[in-house]
């Protein structure tokens, strides 16, 4: 599933932020490196931007690309801005 990043909406975005100032432990529901369904449940520790991809870090180390949530908790990021895969 290699494609380009595709930026999330503020409104997720925002979700993924108070997530991550709550501490709280979450499933996060997500989509692999090959499109496929993933879930993990976890602690966000940290979001990150760098050269134009934004990442979620989790305190288990995993990392994950904004755009490939799918869910964090019971929030349900849009269906229309997952990214094609190529």
Same mark, same amino acid.
């Given at each position: 599933?290699?494609?380009?990043?595709? +930026?999330?909406?503020? @409104?997720?975005? %925002?979700?993924? =932020? !108070?997530?991550?100032?709550? $501490?709280?432990?979450?499933?996060?529901?997500?989509?692999? @490196?090959?499109?496929? +369904?993933?879930?993990? %449940? !976890? $602690?966000?520790? /940290?979001?990150?931007?760098?050269?134009?991809? @934004?990442?979620?870090?989790?305190? %288990?180390?995993?990392?994950? $690309?904004? %755009?490939?949530?799918?869910?964090?908790? /019971?929030? =349900?990021?849009?269906?229309? =801005?997952?990214?094609? !895969?190529?």
């Amino acid at each position: 599933m290699s494609s380009a990043y595709v +930026p999330i909406n503020c @409104e997720f975005h %925002d979700v993924l =932020e !108070a997530t991550a100032i709550r $501490r709280q432990v979450v499933t996060i529901g997500f989509l692999d @490196e090959s499109g496929a +369904p993933r879930s993990v %449940d !976890a $602690r966000i520790v /940290d979001l990150h931007a760098k050269d134009g991809v @934004e990442t979620m870090h989790l305190d %288990d180390g995993t990392v994950i $690309r904004l %755009d490939r949530i799918v869910t964090v908790g /019971d929030v =349900e990021r849009a269906r229309r =801005e997952f990214p094609k !895969a190529t």
